[in-house]
């Protein structure tokens, strides 16, 4: 084998070190630096989609606390809302049971009314009535001495 021999170490070690100078220059001089920048234009892309999210995450966070404001002076304003329609509610109620009270006492005045005047109407109709039945029961029973107006004037003396 011709690697083998001694009189071409010489060679094989200058051919190695030549080759292995070239190689390390060509690596050195141009496929670490583009690999370096390509690396670089990663990071610099990954800092920038960083900063985006970041500035992302501050909008974000911002109108979430823009929308709990929101949504608290929304549940504070209805609060509000409902407890000003209660209180109208309430006063409206308050109101029409005035009214219908007043409503139902003039009624019930009203028909207390009525039954007073039913109540003189049907005694003087009970009087008539009983006066005509003293009168029919005196003139069957034939006693000429008790008249009419004996019979009238007893039945005013008991009201």
Same mark, same amino acid.
């Given at each position: 084998?011709?690697?083998?021999?001694?009189?071409? $170490?010489?060679?094989?070690?200058?051919?190695?070190?030549?080759?292995?100078?070239?190689?390390? +220059?060509?690596?050195?001089?141009?496929?670490?630096?583009?690999?370096?920048?390509?690396?670089?234009?990663?990071?610099?892309? $990954?800092?920038?989609?960083?900063? #985006?999210?970041?500035?992302?995450?501050?909008?974000? &966070?911002?109108? &979430?606390?823009? $929308?709990?404001?929101?949504?608290?002076?929304? #549940?504070?304003? =209805?609060?509000?809302?409902? %407890? *000003?329609?209660?209180?109208?509610?309430? #006063?409206?109620?308050?109101?029409?049971? *005035?009214?219908?009270?007043?409503?139902?006492?003039?009624?019930? =005045?009203?028909?207390?009314?009525?039954?007073?005047?039913?109540?003189?109407?049907? +005694?003087?109709?009970?009087?008539?009535?009983?006066?005509?039945? *003293?009168? =029919?029961?005196?003139?069957?029973?034939?006693?000429?001495?008790?008249?009419? =107006?004996?019979? %009238?004037?007893?039945?005013?003396?008991?009201?």
């Amino acid at each position: 084998m011709p690697q083998l021999e001694i009189s071409t $170490y010489l060679t094989q070690i200058f051919w190695v070190i030549t080759t292995f100078v070239i190689f390390w +220059m060509i690596m050195d001089h141009i496929i670490i630096p583009k690999i370096s920048e390509t690396i670089e234009a990663r990071k610099r892309k $990954y800092d920038d989609f960083i900063m #985006k999210a970041e500035e992302i995450n501050k909008k974000a &966070l911002a109108t &979430l606390e823009r $929308y709990e404001e929101t949504l608290a002076a929304a #549940k504070l304003k =209805a609060s509000e809302q409902i %407890k *000003a329609n209660e209180e109208d509610l309430r #006063k409206m109620i308050e109101d029409r049971e *005035a009214e219908i009270n007043q409503q139902l006492k003039s009624k019930i =005045a009203e028909h207390e009314e009525k039954l007073v005047k039913d109540k003189v109407e049907t +005694m003087s109709r009970i009087e008539e009535l009983s006066e005509i039945a *003293a009168t =029919a029961i005196i003139k069957q029973l034939d006693l000429k001495t008790i008249t009419e =107006a004996d019979i %009238k004037e007893v039945s005013k003396q008991k009201e």
